[in-house]
């Protein structure tokens, strides 16, 4: 325990000791300490006259033992502590702090919620362990280039199915857009396409993995190479290039780092949100991300280097819903019927091509295509019955001879001869 007669300082206090004594005993002037110590004139002269009055404790800070004026009371902390160990079980400290300010009116700051928490064992620090990475630099113009990705993950927790969220974020302004499907694919690519580019636009290219959805690994057909296509293509990248939109895939999900950072932070902040909504179906997750992504993207998006946006409407000459569709040939059989997924359709008009080509759109319709022209068609239902190799065994079967048939005396007479014998006539 320190003696009354020992003051304790630190050191930029014992500095600041020295020069005022300097300027009291009149070896420097107040200009000068002030220089030193980086203060006003002003200021030094109150200091001077704290040290004539108190002494050496004149240079030390009034407030210094005392707590706060806007300490938070150990109520407010006890409330916090138990809202974040129940309610915002799970919660960061940074997400817990906007939380507790928009729900429970409690106005505090991340950095207090990280302390309390620790303190309480509800949190532990992370230390990040980063690579060398190469830097990449953003696109200069929103809508140059937008990263796109699919996030398999458990959204509703337990309170309902697994989703896939098809994501969307601009590389110079980092603006989201998504949408939770069942699965990843052609149709929920599509479908989310059309929706972003209903909303912003056609961007000028598109950046993602290399998913059999978004590129094709087949190899070129007899007709793809008569055609002159140097690569195969999926489907949703056949449907780009109608558009005008340049694909771009990357070859690690680094490349797509800022697509990936993005569902890191959904699968925090947004599971969270969703979980406090009570949210258990996919088509409420879609409404509630109709609401939470503008207000995301008012709060995290940028300023991109160019106030140009590249997004372009779609031209009047392409039908987006043409476009964007599952195209496949078929061979039209003699009868007029083509064959799909294990389904005959009949083309009720007479046509002289041999191959026409089926579209399956997204809102689960069927057109049957030739020259540009939509075909009549229907569904066959029953089929015709096959014959089993059994019946067509039974029908073609020869007749059974009867018992007093001439044929079986002759093979009864044979039978009963024995080899090198001869065969009477009488």
Not at 44 to 58: S, T
Not at 62 to 79: A, I
Not at 267 to 296: C, W
Not at 298 to 310: E, G, L, R, S
């Amino acid at each position: 325990m320190l003696r009354k007669d020992i003051i304790e300082m630190s050191v930029h206090e014992l500095k600041r000791l020295k020069v005022i004594q300097e300027v009291i005993g009149r070896h420097i002037t107040q200009k000068t300490a002030a220089e030193i110590m980086g203060l006003s004139e002003r200021q030094i002269r109150r200091v001077i006259k704290a040290v004539r009055e108190e002494g050496d404790r004149g240079v030390i800070h009034k407030g210094r033992g005392k707590q706060s004026n806007r300490k938070l009371s150990e109520k407010v902390r006890q409330k916090v502590i138990k809202l974040c160990g129940k309610k915002y079980e799970g919660f960061g400290p940074t997400l817990a702090s906007e939380k507790l300010d928009e729900i429970e009116g409690i106005e505090i700051s991340k950095e207090s919620v990280r302390k309390w928490l620790i303190e309480a064992g509800l949190w532990k620090r992370r230390r990040k362990v980063r690579g060398h990475k190469q830097w990449r630099v953003r696109k200069e113009c929103y809508g140059q280039m937008v990263q796109m990705d699919g996030s398999h993950h458990d959204w509703l927790e337990d309170r309902g199915p697994e989703l896939v969220l098809m994501g969307y974020i601009d590389d110079a302004t980092n603006n989201v857009f998504g949408r939770f499907y069942d699965y990843e694919g052609t149709f929920p690519a599509m479908d989310s396409f059309k929706r972003y580019a209903g909303i912003y636009g056609l961007p000028h290219s598109m950046y993602m993995d290399r998913h059999t959805t978004y590129k094709s690994n087949s190899k070129l057909t007899e007709q793809e190479i008569l055609e002159g296509i140097d690569k195969p293509m999926s489907q949703f990248e056949r449907a780009m290039k109608e558009l005008g939109v340049k694909v771009i895939h990357a070859y690690s999900p680094q490349a797509k780092g800022r697509v990936e950072r993005l569902f890191g932070v959904l699968q925090d902040r947004l599971i969270k949100e969703m979980r406090i909504k009570g949210i258990r179906t996919k088509e409420e997750a879609n409404s509630f991300l109709d609401e939470y992504l503008p207000v995301y993207n008012d709060k995290f998006a940028v300023k991109a280097a160019y106030d140009t946006n590249m997004h372009m409407e779609a031209p009047k000459a392409v039908d987006m819903n043409r476009t964007l569709s599952i195209r496949t040939e078929r061979t039209v059989k003699n009868d007029n019927t083509i064959a799909l997924k294990g389904t005959l359709f009949l083309i009720e008009e007479t046509i002289r091509v041999k191959r026409v080509v089926v579209e399956e759109r997204l809102d689960g319709s069927l057109h049957v295509i030739s020259n540009g022209r939509s075909l009549k068609y229907r569904e066959i239902t029953e089929r015709p019955k096959k014959i089993s190799t059994i019946d067509r065994r039974t029908r073609n079967k020869p007749p059974v001879p009867a018992k007093d048939h001439p044929w079986r005396r002759w093979q009864d007479c044979n039978s009963n001869t024995k080899r090198g014998d001869a065969v009477v006539n009488v």
